[in-house]
């Protein structure tokens, strides 16, 4: 085998295996399940050739013995064989949740800033591919067992091929026809090496290939595949008639790929057909040459029928060990994604400090001249911005579109580091705080709030352990109590159809449901980014007349392009392309007559007309 097939099979090998410390005795079953299935059939050569040598001598009596020793052998061998391929199966399901788990969990720990990188969203996309696809983590474990079992059988066939070439009892005649055949045949067995390793060199090289052009038409294929299966796209290509314009996408992307993809096909076939040709002749060979020590008397009809045997048992290892290969590079390609991305940075900025434990509240955070740019961009989206958040406090956060009010928050939230200048809390630099400390003082409602497609009770409490009158309370809170009173199961009723027959909600109603989890979390900071948008006039009237009660002694920080809501706000701020541009009452601001005003203007004269 050469270097990279047996670098693949040990990454495998240390990918899958290894992956759970409750399966590292694993090991010991692979070796003696790979060494049962390898022997058996060579023990059965073995013996058959001796059992024949004894029926040929008319030694009837310890013919019967060999025979009772192959029948027991053999079921020996072959059921243990059989019982460590079963321990084995039996652990690659939970090697492949294992392998999920770890994946879920990384996502986890990894900084918010490279979730949203084009190259890591690549790479989980790869990650998800090599467990999921190619039949699975599950199918990937069985391959490396099977190609162990392989690698077994060749040793054991070049293990009998060599007894049978230092087995000489020859007359002097012939003793240099052998010894030329001999000869022969070690250099045809060197040459078939040489070929086989060169072709699986070049075969591995075009399955990269293929495997690259399959991955970037599989990024597109997944896309456009689950883009026309999905319930949330199906209205708007139905309502633009963009059937066609998808169906025939899929069709450029999959033509593309195929044209790149045949061409390695072809070429691998080629390989392939070489190598498989190479054994043909070879084994040939080995048929004469073991026909040729038989009729010199060398080799016993029975050694004749052993070897004959072994050869076939290399034949099909071998094909079976370039075909598995293949597979096993294949997945390889992703699963080396997947080391890549278990040992991607954590986040780094994470400290240590505790927060401390404030009945009255009393957090205070500061933006001391803030700039921030994206990763990879030229521009500062927050230029030099100075804000004070005071304590229960309720302010409002406006500007145009792309004016950094998002962002802002997700400075706030620890998702994003400045780029210069300091937030704190209560005086000390928010990134020396525990970051899952930290983030317990918030509850922030998402302009892309996600409801899960699990029972609503457990949405608003993010876990099982549910406080039922909590519930009750914030869904009063936000207007839904009669709607989840009317649901199947009340409060603990499935939502969506992803895992089950479950409830569907509105888009106001999952917004509201929305709300009700930030206050179910009752955390001493609430950030609403946009939380009415899809709220109907009534429910967005009764969230603000509530708003004092809804959050009561909190500070609470408000995004809305709806200027009039945030006139119940005690203060307002005004971001202007990143800068910090106006602050005060809706009052002050409408007098000075600036870019709040003209924001409130424009949206209130279609109301006064
Ligand atoms: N992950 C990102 N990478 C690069 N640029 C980004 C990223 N997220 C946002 N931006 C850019 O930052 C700018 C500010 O975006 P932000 O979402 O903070 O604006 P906003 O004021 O909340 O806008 P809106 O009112 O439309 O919600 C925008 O120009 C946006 O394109």
Redesign the pocket.
């Known amino acids: 085998m050469d270097k990279a097939a047996g670098m693949s099979i040990r990454k495998m090998w240390n990918y899958c295996i290894f992956q759970s410390s409750r399966y590292r005795g694993m090991k010991y079953i692979i070796v003696l399940g790979a060494l049962s299935a390898a022997s058996v059939s060579y023990i059965n050569s073995f013996l058959y050739a001796g059992i024949l040598d004894l029926l040929l001598t008319k030694q009837y009596s310890a013919a019967k013995e060999q025979i009772l020793i192959l029948v027991v052998t053999v079921m020996l061998v072959s059921l243990t064989a059989r019982a460590c391929e079963l321990m084995f199966r039996h652990y690659t399901e939970p090697s492949a949740l294992e392998t999920k788990k770890k994946t879920a969990q990384k996502t986890f720990l990894m900084e918010y ?1 490279e979730l ?1 990188k084009e190259a890591v969203i690549r790479a989980f996309q790869r990650v998800r591919r090599g467990i999921n696809g190619h039949g699975g983590i599950t199918q990937q474990l069985m391959d490396m067992y099977h190609f162990f079992t392989g690698m077994i059988q060749a040793v054991f066939a070049a293990f009998f091929l060599g007894v049978l070439l230092v087995q000489s009892d020859f007359s002097k005649e012939n003793k240099l026809l052998f010894a030329v055949g001999t000869a022969f045949l070690l250099l045809a067995f060197a040459a078939f090496f040489q070929l086989g390793n060169l072709a699986a060199d070049r075969i591995g090289k075009l399955d990269l290939e293929k495997n690259r052009a399959n991955e970037a038409g599989n990024s597109e294929g997944n896309y456009l595949f689950g883009v026309s299966c999905s319930d949330r796209y199906i209205k708007n290509i139905w309502m633009y008639s963009m059937k066609e314009y998808l169906v025939g996408k899929y069709q450029k992307m999959t033509a593309r790929i195929f044209a790149k993809y045949i061409n390695a096909e072809r070429m691998i076939g080629v390989y392939n057909g070489m190598v498989m040709f190479a054994l043909e002749i070879l084994t040939g060979f080995i048929y004469v040459y073991i026909s040729c020590k038989a009729l010199a008397g060398s080799i016993s009809v029975g050694q004749v029928v052993m070897y004959a045997g072994a050869i076939v048992t290399m034949i099909n290892a071998i094909r079976n060990m370039m075909e598995l290969k293949i597979r096993i590079n294949y997945s390889n390609e992703y699963l080396k994604t997947y080391e890549e991305f278990l040992t991607r940075p954590n986040m780094h900025y994470d400290g240590t400090l505790p927060i401390e434990k404030r009945d009255d509240g009393d957090y205070e955070l500061e933006f001391s001249h803030v700039s921030f740019r ?4 030229e521009k500062d ?2 230029s030099d911005v100075s804000l004070r958040f005071k304590v229960r406090e309720k302010l409002a956060v406006v ?12 400075l706030l939230l620890r998702l994003y580091e400045p780029t210069s200048g300091t937030i704190t809390l209560n005086g000390i630099d928010i990134g020396k705080y525990d970051y899952q400390e930290y983030v317990q003082i918030f509850a922030a409602v998402f ?1 892309d709030f996600r409801i899960y497609h699990l029972p609503l009770d457990e949405n608003l409490a993010g876990s099982e352990n549910v406080d039922a009158e909590r519930v009750k309370t914030v869904l009063e809170q936000v207007g839904l109590r009669e709607r989840v009173a009317r649901m199947k199961d009340g409060a603990h009723t499935l939502l969506g159809h992803d895992i089950g027959d479950g409830e569907l909600l509105s888009g106001g109603e999952e917004q509201k449901l929305a709300i009700a989890r930030a206050l179910y979390k009752d955390a001493p900071f609430v950030i609403l ?2 939380p009415t948008a899809a709220l109907d006039p009534i429910a967005e009237a009764e969230i603000y007349e509530n708003f004092d009660a809804l959050v009561g002694k909190k500070t609470a920080i408000y ?1 809305s ?1 709806r200027m009039s809501s945030c006139k119940f706000c005690d203060r307002i701020i005004v ?1 202007d392309s ?1 800068r910090f541009a106006e602050a005060g009452t809706h009052e002050t601001l409408m007098r000075q007559e600036g870019i709040y005003y003209a924001l409130y203007e424009a949206q209130a004269k279609h109301y006064a007309e």
Do not use: C, M, S, W
Not at 374 to 377: H, I, N, W
């Open positions: 800033e949203e994206y990763p990879g961009t989206v927050l500007g145009r579109n792309g004016a950094g009010k998002t962002t802002l928050i997700k302009q980014d946009e995004i392009h971001l990143g």
